[in-house]
């Protein structure tokens, strides 16, 4: 049973915007913090952005004032705005509930196949 699916990635050149949606099951989404998390080519996936099911929301700081989560309740499903993007945000997006709700990597759930974000100079 696919329970996260991930959309919305892309190529775009340093500066442009992309808009990523992740489906989610209602068993991974309702009451849970939801998160975005990336991983690099050649690096360990990282957590970006969370939101709680409040709406309340933390950013790790290289994606701050560029990365906008928010989140429907009654779609159960989470987005993720980039503006300003830089090559550095090059990565494999994917979506998971987090066990916390401060910036500290802790996914609930098996991984989606993620979306691939790719950025040109």
């Known amino acids: 049973q696919v329970q996260l699916v991930e959309s919305g990635g892309g190529s775009v050149q340093a500066g442009g915007s992309l808009s990523l949606s992740c489906a989610a099951s209602?068993?991974?989404?309702?009451?849970?913090?939801m998160g975005w998390y990336r991983q690099p080519p050649g690096k360990q996936r990282e957590l970006v952005a969370l939101?709680?099911?409040?709406?309340?929301?933390n950013y790790v700081d290289s994606v701050k004032g560029r990365f906008t989560i928010s989140r429907d309740n009654a779609k159960d499903t989470v987005y993720l705005q980039m503006n300003s993007l830089k090559p550095d945000d090059t990565a494999v997006y994917y979506c998971?509930?987090?066990?916390?709700?401060?910036?500290?990597?802790?996914?609930?759930?098996?991984w989606g196949k993620g979306t691939l974000v790719t950025v040109s100079s």
């Open positions: 998971n509930a987090n066990a916390v709700t401060w910036m500290v990597s802790s996914p609930m759930a098996s």
């Open positions: 209602g068993t991974i989404f309702r009451g849970n913090v």
């Open positions: 939101i709680t099911s409040g709406g309340s929301t």
